[in-house]
Antibody, heavy 117, light 111 residues
Framework: QLQLQESGPGLVKPSETLSLTCTVS??????????WGWIRQPPGKGLEWIGS???????YYNPSLKSRVTISVDTSKNQFSLKLSSVTAADTAVYYC?????????WGQGTLVTVSS | QSALTQPASVSGSPGQSITISCTGT?????????VSWYQQHPGKAPKLMIY???KRPSGVSNRFSGSKSGNTASLTISGLQAEDEADYYC???????????FGGGTKLTVL
């Protein structure tokens, strides 16, 4: 069974870049079965898909965030990462990493990232 | 504004059944049998309850069932229990450019 764990700073300054990493255990990130992605949830609000990446490197981004998002994979470390540039207070949220096939099967526990000076 | 429309809240008494609707468009719910439902308790990560419209992952109670008609999907919970009280989100695949779209979430209260 896959396990995912997010890591990264919990506080980011406005206009800077948010960077998070997801470490995958219990399976290989190079598996052709899965897409690896990021989903966020602002406090008290609903879920928003940020983007996904296939092990081959193909990426898929939410059109509303596409200009600011980069998702990458490091197969040697069994990790994938999220970078979100030019953040504002509206980017304050719990960020989840997740795996998906025909649904979002496995989720990390989530990490709160606050954008504040 | 979320891509999929869900009621903000539903409620029911223990033992009763409730249904949560999820309305999308012909570009998402109506085009793909890739609707899923997630249960989220406060402070916890979402948990997959239904995938591919009506399939249950191993370990999910058969009190949870899903269906779809046209652009609207539904989650039914029968024999309501106190532990079912949570937020529920629907999600649909919407093509390679949009991938996953979520509903705004429904708060289920067990009276």
């Amino acid at each position: 069974q896959l396990q995912l764990q997010e890591s990264g700073p919990g506080l980011v300054k406005p206009s800077e870049t948010l960077s998070l990493t997801c470490t995958v255990s219990g399976g290989s990130i190079s598996s052709s079965s899965y897409y690896w992605g990021w989903i966020r949830q602002p406090p008290g609000k609903g879920l928003e898909w940020i983007g996904s990446i296939y092990y081959s490197g193909s990426t898929y981004y939410n059109p509303s965030l596409k200009s600011r998002v980069t998702i990458s994979v490091d197969t040697s470390k069994n990790q994938f990462s999220l970078k979100l540039s030019s953040v504002t207070a509206a980017d304050t949220a719990v960020y989840y990493c997740a795996s998906s096939v025909t649904a979002i099967d496995y989720w990390g526990q989530g990490t709160l990232v606050t954008v504040s000076s | 504004q979320s891509a999929l429309t869900q009621p903000a809240s539903v409620s029911g008494s223990p033992g009763q059944s409730i249904t949560i609707s999820c309305t999308g468009t012909s570009s998402d719910v109506g085009s793909y049998n890739l609707v899923s439902w997630y249960q989220q308790h406060p402070g916890k990560a979402p948990k997959l309850m239904i995938y591919e419209v009506s399939k249950r992952p191993s370990g999910v109670s058969n009190r949870f069932s899903g269906s779809k008609s046209g652009n609207t999907a539904s989650l039914t919970i029968s024999g309501l229990q106190a532990e079912d009280e949570a937020d529920y989100y629907c999600c649909s695949y919407a093509g390679s450019s949009t991938f996953w779209v979520f509903g705004g979430g429904t708060k289920l209260t067990v009276l």
